[in-house]
């Protein structure tokens, strides 16, 4: 009887006071999920070139400002993106008219270490109109301005693409992609740099 009453009462105490420890238990663990993660505020240059041999045709350059985690490795973290360009119709054929985009993309994130390295993941997506090609329209459609002799110029649209991870220097500037268009011969290159904002 003695046994049992001991028991009852270790059962209420025990009933009692889990909740207390568990109360103490959450705090910390909502602390954990809770903490910032600290970040160094940089801003990363990407500049597109074009050469055509050795002449230099076009730089285009962008600049884009990112908290890097203070990390030697990415943390989950929203990626930083960059939209810029231009909507080109296309000819669909009877009557209808298709835009699409052209223009340049840029995706990246970073991780910055306090020995002044930048680990850089990052997607460079460029499209762009070079020239035009006479496409024949059916004679049901309806003349288009520049259709007078039964043709519809229609746009060609290069494209570039290329995803990188990389680590760098304060000050460095990397030619991180170098490629030969296989229609022009022009080459694409394109060179990427951070600088520390503060």
């Known amino acids: 009887m003695r046994i049992k009453s001991v028991q009852v009462t270790l059962m209420l105490l025990f009933g009692v006071l889990s909740p207390v420890v568990l109360a103490q238990d959450k705090p910390v663990q909502q602390d954990q ?9 940089i801003k990363v240059q ?7 041999g050795d002449k230099k045709v076009k730089s285009l350059p ?49 991780a910055y270490n306090h020995e002044g390295n930048v680990l850089l993941q990052i997607t460079l997506e460029r499209s762009w109109v070079e020239g035009e090609v006479a496409f024949p329209l059916a ?3 309806i003349p288009l301005p520049d259709s007078s002799s039964g043709h519809f110029q229609e ?3 290069r494209a ?11 000050g460095q500037i ?3 992609t170098v490629a030969t268009d296989p229609i022009s ?13 503060k």
């Open 185 to 197: 011969g022009r080459v694409d290159e394109v060179e990427v740099s951070f600088a520390l904002v």
């Open 155 to 157: 746009p060609i649209i």
């Open 33 to 41: 999920a809770n903490a910032e993660v600290q970040t160094t505020p």
């Open 46 to 52: 990407v500049v597109f070139t074009e050469f055509e």
């Open 62 to 110: 962008y600049s884009i400002y990112m908290n890097a985690a203070d990390a030697n490795e990415f943390k989950p973290a929203s990626w930083v993106k960059l939209r810029i360009g231009s909507r080109v119709p296309l000819y669909a054929g009877k009557d209808e008219m298709q835009y699409i985009d052209v223009g340049t993309n840029i995706d990246a994130r970073a």
């Open 160 to 170: 570039f693409k290329s995803e990188l991870e990389m680590k760098l220097r304060k």
């Open 139 to 141: 004679k049901s459609d």
């Open 174 to 176: 990397v030619e991180s």
